[in-house]
């Protein structure tokens, strides 16, 4: 009796333990962003209309973990921020350009 006891408990313990195993990243999965800003992996929005899903690309290629979009006149505060990519707009709503900050 004792010794199916320590074996359930044993099986109890390793069960509990796999649960703090971090998995590998999938192949192909969604990548998680770096925090790092780096602009340069979003030009090619330039010229493009602002909508969710191009901020969300911006995002993802830029490594960003936050986008902001400025639009002419907007007052924004001055804060540098190396997570963050500001996108400018023209008055038709279309990025003029990218900066991290």
């Known amino acids: 009796m004792t010794r199916r006891i320590l074996c359930i408990a044993a099986i109890a313990a390793a069960a509990s333990l796999a ?4 998995a590998p990243p ?3 999965g969604p990548s998680v962003p770096s925090g790092k800003c780096n602009a340069e ?29 400025l639009r002419p006149g907007q007052p924004a505060t001055m804060d540098f921020r190396e997570d963050r990519v500001n996108i ?14």
Do not use: F, K, M, Y
């Not at 400018?88 to 900050?101: F, S």
């Open 41 to 69: 992996g979003a030009r090619w929005a330039i010229g493009s209309a602002v909508n969710d899903d191009v901020v969300n690309r911006i995002l993802q290629g830029t490594g960003s973990r936050d986008a902001r979009v």
């Open 19 to 22: 649960g703090c195993a971090s």
């Open 88 to 101: 400018d707009v023209n008055d038709r709503g279309a990025i003029t350009g990218l900066r991290c900050g």
């Open 26 to 28: 999938v192949a192909g």
